[in-house]
């Protein structure tokens, strides 16, 4: 595979009817003021749209996601890391629900 491909898998990606999000982002890239954005990403499950910016020095890491989804889209999984490893406090979403996941991991 090219490094585009790679590339692509670290931030977008599909698992059977889930879109996977940002699961393979290295820590480094949730220091403070990095941003990871993604526009009209063509997956198997619809396009979407993703930006991720870290106040991580301020308690903060704040994600958007735009979704066209197909039918068969039944999960969105987003990963947030510290890039200290330390544990979120709290998560605020407006989300269709059911269809996004959390787990609090290091």
């Known amino acids: 595979m090219g490094a585009f491909t790679w590339f ?3 931030l977008v ?6 879109l996977v999000l940002a699961s393979a982002a290295p820590r480094a890239w949730f220091a403070p003021t990095k941003v990871i954005e993604i526009k009209e990403a063509g997956t198997l499950l619809g396009r979407v749209d993703f930006r991720r910016e870290s106040e991580s020095d301020r308690g903060a890491i704040r994600a958007r996601v735009n979704l066209q989804g197909r039918p068969g ?6 990963f947030l890391r510290h890039p200290e490893q330390k544990r979120m406090q709290r998560v605020q979403l407006m989300a269709i ?3 996004i996941s959390m787990r609090n991991t290091r």
């Open 73 to 78: 889209l039944r999960k969105v999984s987003l």
């Open 13 to 18: 990606r599909e698992s059977g009817d889930e």
């Open 8 to 10: 692509r898998l670290m």
């Open 97 to 99: 629900p059911g269809l």
